[in-house]
């Protein structure tokens, strides 16, 4: 049996949905833990109803965390079952995708982390379906990999994960981005991995939503997430791995900001983007930006720059 974990926040909206799409695999899931984190919209009964009415096993756990990692580790806490699978309040899954995941750990029964290829859609239209690529049984090499961006991203709803692999691994909190990230890194640095070449769920992308995240207070929150990435050299992931994770999420940022005219802080993550090891593909578009960049400030009047350093 499954224990599926749900972090909702004002998720009356979509809640719904995301339980239907769970329904054709009720046989095989023993319990739904939603978390609801701090709502003030009627996520927890909307979310009662649609189980009633759907005869899925739901369980509220009230919260107030106000942190998607933290809301999730309240559940992870709690689950009964020996495998757990966490999926967001505003994604949906796809028919018969626990029971491929659940079926390929069957198959091969060393592994306890099973990844699947899921469907991306952005702004509620679908785009590329993402096949993870790479995992093998090696499991530190997979973890380095998977940090550098070598190998696949997986989506939270992609993967099934056992419970005496999560152990007391649990996500990092207070983090605006990248906080599942961590949590799988530490997960595939001792786990046995399988893949899944079919999609298993469909995760919702906002554009505008994910790069916000990366406009506000960006060297503080940067800041925060580097320390928590570093705690990463504790389950034997080189450092080079993760400074190679410092760089791609450097250049997230300066992106964001160039694209809303903050030049300053483009230029700042830009010089720690070209600082960190990377691929040919980033190294190519760290120059072509800081070309952007420069281009851009010959054509603009000189502004007050902003003070400090990375």
Known sequence: MISVVIPAHNAAATIGATLASLRSEAEIIGEILLVDDASTDDTAAVARQFAAELSLPLHVLPASCRDAGGTRNVALAEVLHPWVYLIDADDLHLRGGLRSLLRKAQEQPEADMIVGAYRRRVNGQDRQIKVPNGYQAACLANAAAYVKGDIRSVAVGSVLASRALIGETRFPVGLAYDEDTLFWARLMSKASLAMVSQPVMV?????????????????????DWRRQLRTLTDCSIPM???????????????RVHYARGDLDTTARFLAVAAAAPKRRSEAWRCLRYRFKLAARRRLSPPSIQLQGAL
């Open 203 to 223: 995760y919702e992308v906002s554009p505008v939503r994910s790069d916000d995240r990366f406009a506000i207070n960006p060297v503080r929150r940067f800041l």
């Open 240 to 254: 080079s791995a993760l400074k190679a994770r410092e760089g791609l999420v450097a250049l997230k940022i300066a």
